[in-house]
């Protein structure tokens, strides 16, 4: 069975609706992890906010997708999953703290790393109707709403980190092209749409500034 039938699920709203995320957040979500699965949880929600992956990309990764000679990958290939298709398929993850959170994650699961490489990345404790324990895009969606929810953040969705991630960069002054790529958008209209709500939330953010 492939990938995407692994993991198809529908992703929770997002868009114009989804709340921007600001420092303050996040540093909320990440001191609200706790208990069983707060390596994974805390690898989850670092690695969408390095990468701006959605739900559905996240779950169809597997760990030898991540890992090379047991140290976690500065770059992966990404499969095209559904009606979205990554372009151009690479990922970058140069960031050192979403690294560091994998790799914690994945030695917590196996000290020794000894994975195959097509266990599934992030996965839970009950096996689905073909055995796995991967965790799947729906299931991915209601966890970063309950990180969200945990940690008092009100009005974020699983598309907030992705959409950080994106306002990053534009804040950054990265071409749009190069934004496009990244987002894994098959039109740099879909970008500029996407960028022009993150705008419009900064300037509703900025009137509630008083001196």
């Excluded at 996965?123 to 799947?136: A, I, P, V, W």
Aim: net charge positive; glycine share 10%; proline share 3%.
């Amino acid at each position: 069975m492939s990938r995407a039938a692994r993991v198809s699920g529908r992703r929770s709203p997002g868009g114009a609706s989804t709340k921007l995320l600001t420092l303050a957040d996040i540093k909320r979500v990440e001191s609200s992890f706790s208990g069983t699965h707060a390596l994974r949880n805390r690898a989850l929600f670092f690695l969408q906010l390095a990468t701006g992956l959605r739900v559905g990309a996240l779950a169809t990764l597997d760990v030898g997708d991540m890992l090379e000679n047991c140290v976690v990958r500065r770059s992966f290939r990404l499969p095209h999953v559904g009606k979205h298709r990554a372009q151009p398929g690479i990922v970058y993850l140069d960031n050192d703290k979403a690294r560091a959170a994998l790799q914690s994650y994945l030695r917590n699961r196996r000290p020794n790393l000894d994975f195959g490489p097509e266990a599934p990345l992030f996965t839970g404790q009950k096996r689905d109707r073909d055995g796995s324990y991967r965790l799947t895009a729906n299931t991915l969606a209601h966890l970063f709403c309950r990180f969200y929810r945990d940690a008092g953040v009100v009005g974020a969705s699983s598309d907030s980190g992705r959409r950080w991630f994106l306002g990053q960069l534009a804040r950054a002054g990265i071409r749009d092209e190069i934004i496009q790529n990244l987002a894994g958008h098959a039109h740099v209209s879909t970008t500029r749409r996407y960028l022009y709500r993150v705008s419009a939330d900064e300037r509703r953010a900025v009137r509630g500034v008083e001196f």
